[in-house]
């Protein structure tokens, strides 16, 4: 069946009162933004309150309702008949036509449900859904009525043309990006770090990414990895923006200088400060991190209270109280997960020491730290300026 439009249903958006058409505008920015990749023509535009997809000449249907679906704020995305207006007696055919074509099997209860947006049009909504109602059942005696529980709910709205529709693709969910500020998110080659900026973008934050690399310790396949990750995320989130920092001169300064069984979490530490430099220096808000308690060790409670003492900026940790199970399900459901385990070390597993502890105090990490004076100011300010930008977009 040939579809002409998409109708987008939104749901937060809905309840933003005078400033609805911010969020709007960013929704239809995103839509866009979504469909870049996709062949076919397409119109994205504001009419009444709602959102639509016009599609002119052939265009993918399945390729374009996968698009829709990574762009956070749609609920509901309706694939819509455009006929022209006419008289109660041509809707009626319309309509009938509508159904006979979409559904092979007529055995099932329904309900019209008309909006006459175009005010000028003879007839009114309880009128329309009397006619198409009556029409419907003399073209299929096998389908009933049911205003109340339907199994088909058909819609008909009157406005410059007239659109049909009856079925609604879920939507992700969530808020338009940007509408909700920037964060920073550390990005690994792991399972969590996609899941968590995927997570924290779909309520409306756009995502910068820092990766860090330690050359000859990782390969240069790893950094590969790390730039598909964004990449698969950017398909939600929008373009990111990644820095790729080179961390070797400073895990191996670590790795001198300070007790081995404290070596993740300085590291992390070090690791908090430098993306916090680059999130201060794009007026990002906060940070965002893959961490879920006690997975590790370096995510126990007091770790975690170890890493955040050196932030002045919000940590967000939106797999937080997340069992792993969980956050796979995300990932493939977000297509990250397959990519996320190929064999690659990022530069944390490197130096993973044997037995790392596990309740850090942070007077004694702080008094570790004081054995890096002579050069770690040096060493991070090199690691700041040699910084390599990426950006990431979907489909590059």
Do not use: W
């Amino acid at each position: 069946m040939k579809f002409h439009s998409f109708l987008i249903k939104y749901g937060e958006i809905g309840i933003k009162g005078k400033n609805r058409y911010i969020f709007e505008d960013a929704l239809v920015r995103q839509i866009r933004y979504a469909l870049q990749g996709v062949d076919g023509e397409f119109l994205v535009h504001k009419c009444h309150g709602r959102v639509y997809v016009d599609c002119d000449g052939d265009y993918d249907f399945d390729e374009t309702v996968e698009s829709l679906q990574k762009v956070f704020g749609i609920v509901g995305i309706c694939p819509v008949v455009r006929v022209p207006v006419a008289e109660l007696a041509q809707l009626r055919k319309d309509v009938v036509a509508y159904v006979d074509e979409a559904y092979e099997e007529k055995n099932m209860t329904f309900k019209v449900d008309a909006r006459r947006a175009k005010k000028s049009y003879p007839a009114n909504s309880m009128e329309i859904n009397c006619e198409v109602g009556e029409a419907i059942l003399e073209a299929f005696p096998e389908m009933k009525v049911d205003v109340h529980k339907p199994e088909l709910r058909i819609n008909v709205e009157i406005r410059e043309e007239v659109y049909i529709y009856s079925r609604i693709i879920p939507g992700p969910g969530g808020m338009p990006i940007g509408t909700n500020g920037s964060a920073m998110l550390l990005l690994s080659g792991g399972i969590d770090s996609p899941v968590a900026g995927y997570m924290v973008s779909k309520r409306g934050v756009e995502l910068e990414a820092t990766y860090f690399h330690a050359p000859p310790y990782t390969s240069e396949r790893a950094k590969e990895k790390v730039v598909d990750l964004a990449r698969l995320v950017s398909a939600y989130s929008g373009p990111i923006k990644l820095h790729v920092v080179n961390f070797t001169d400073i895990q191996l300064y670590i790795y001198e200088k300070c007790p081995h069984d404290e070596l993740t979490i300085i590291m992390r530490r070090y690791m908090m400060k430098i993306a916090e430099h680059f999130a201060k220096k794009d007026g990002c808000l906060g940070l965002i991190t893959g961490e879920s308690i006690g997975q590790v060790a370096s995510q126990t409670m007091q770790s975690l209270a170890a890493t955040n003492a050196v932030c002045t900026l919000p940590v967000y940790r939106p797999l937080i109280g997340f069992d792993k199970k969980d956050i796979v399900e995300i990932s493939e459901k977000i297509n990250t997960y397959e990519t996320s385990i190929q064999p690659f070390e990022d530069c944390c597993t490197i130096f993973v020491a044997k037995h790392p502890v596990t309740k850090p105090n942070i007077e004694r990490i702080e008094k570790s730290e004081l054995n890096l004076a002579e050069k770690i100011d040096e060493l991070m300010q090199t690691a700041i300026d040699t910084v390599e930008i990426i950006e990431v977009k979907q489909g590059e």
